[in-house]
């Protein structure tokens, strides 16, 4: 076996100490509000198993930094838009890491959610049915 240098749930645990932590119920009570954007990060065979939180945006994690980015040539418009964008993933790992990266490159008004899609469920969030 390899020597990591680190373990990745350490990068989780310290991107989650550098970055907004948003609970699910105040997530709840801000979906309403069309200043926010919820990012689901899921690998889409996740989304089509399981569903989605209303009204969000896949971005694949893969393609975060791209498409975050004005210069890169997969540039989402969208990002570019007046937006609170708070990511998401199953529980919050793939999320924490996210929202960090996406800070890094610039991206500041980001929050990421505490617990992801399944504390959502469990609170009864509004959500999109798979297809």
């Not at 989605?52 to 210069?71: Q, S, T, Y």
């Not at 890094?104 to 959500?127: D, M």
Request: proline share 4%; charged share 25%.
């Amino acid at each position: 076996m390899i020597q990591m240098k680190t373990s990745v749930m350490k990068l989780v645990e310290s991107a989650k100490k550098q970055i907004n932590n948003l609970e699910v119920r105040d997530a709840i009570r801000m979906h309403s509000n069309k200043t926010n954007l919820f990012v689901d990060v899921r690998d889409i065979r996740e989304i089509q198993k399981s569903g989605r939180i209303l009204g969000a945006k896949h971005v694949p994690r893969c393609m975060l930094e791209f498409w975050i980015d004005p210069k890169s040539p997969y540039h989402k418009k969208f990002f570019n838009d007046n937006y609170n964008f708070i990511f998401y993933c199953a529980s919050d790992w793939r999320s924490a890491l996210a929202t960090h990266s996406a800070n890094e490159i610039g991206l500041l008004n980001t929050s990421h959610l505490v617990g992801g899609f399944n504390k959502w469920i469990e609170e009864k969030g509004p959500i999109e049915k798979p297809r």
